[in-house]
């Protein structure tokens, strides 16, 4: 069965400055999507960021890019330039393509301090 | 504007007494699916469908049905729920298939006493 791992509960950033989110993801799939979902305290889950495995280049949407390293099997988020409204938990998750499922991992919550 | 609603957005309810939560989308999305968010455990999926009369099980479907009669709707049935049933449920859509991107909507916040 399909796994992700976000090793860090909790991150804090200083406003204007770059923090990494982690996450490991573990599976024997070879077809397969990735994705960062953002749940502000409003608890509305939005896209942050998609990447499909068989591509190998690194997804970006403005300030937010992911380190994708598919033989490691890590995904992690880097938001440059941080700002307040950045401040929400971050989940990583899975799609199966076998399964059909998105499976999330723990959740992320980041903190932007003025 | 392109969206997935549900209602309610907050119930409260005793075990035992079955009820509904609804979810309609307006963006002729094929792929509808349920998830439930408790803490430190991230999002589960509860059941998903990929069209009209297809549904199948997610990771956590114990205690709940489901029913896609039309594209548009995928209510989430609870028959007899229990304290466990607890917690906050998302409804989300996606063009074809979950790989694309889904849409959620804003969560119903359930508590079963």
């Known amino acids: 069965a399909q796994t992700v791992t976000q090793s860090q509960p909790e991150m804090s950033v200083q406003e204007a400055e770059t923090v990494t989110l982690s996450c490991t993801y573990d599976?024997?799939?070879?077809?397969?999507?990735l994705f960062w979902y953002k749940q502000p305290p409003s608890r509305q889950m939005i896209l942050v960021i998609r990447q499909e495995a068989y591509k190998q280049q690194n997804a970006t949407e403005n300030r937010f890019s992911v380190n994708f390293q598919k033989a490691a099997k890590s995904f992690s988020l880097k938001i440059s330039d941080s700002q307040l409204g950045d401040a929400a938990m971050y989940f990583c998750?899975?799609?199966?393509?076998?399964?059909?499922?998105?499976?999330f991992g723990q959740g992320t919550r980041l903190t932007i301090n003025p | 504007e392109a969206q997935v609603t549900q209602n309610p957005r907050y119930l409260i309810t005793v075990t035992g007494k079955k009820l509904t939560v609804t979810c309609s989308q307006n963006m002729n999305h094929e792929y509808m699916s349920w998830y439930r968010q408790d803490p430190g455990l991230g999002l589960r999926q509860i059941y998903y469908?990929?069209?009209?009369?297809?549904?199948d099980k997610g990771d956590v479907p114990e205690g709940y049905k489901v029913s896609r009669k039309e594209k548009r709707n995928f209510p989430l049935i609870l028959e007899s729920p229990s304290p466990n049933q607890t917690s906050l449920y998302f409804c989300a859509s996606s063009t074809r298939t979950g790989q694309e991107t889904q849409y959620f909507g804003p969560g119903t916040r359930l508590l079963v006493l």
């Open positions: 469908s990929m069209n009209v009369e297809v549904t």
């Open positions: 998750a899975y799609f199966s393509q076998g399964a059909q499922k998105l499976v």
């Open positions: 599976t024997s799939e070879s077809d397969y999507y």
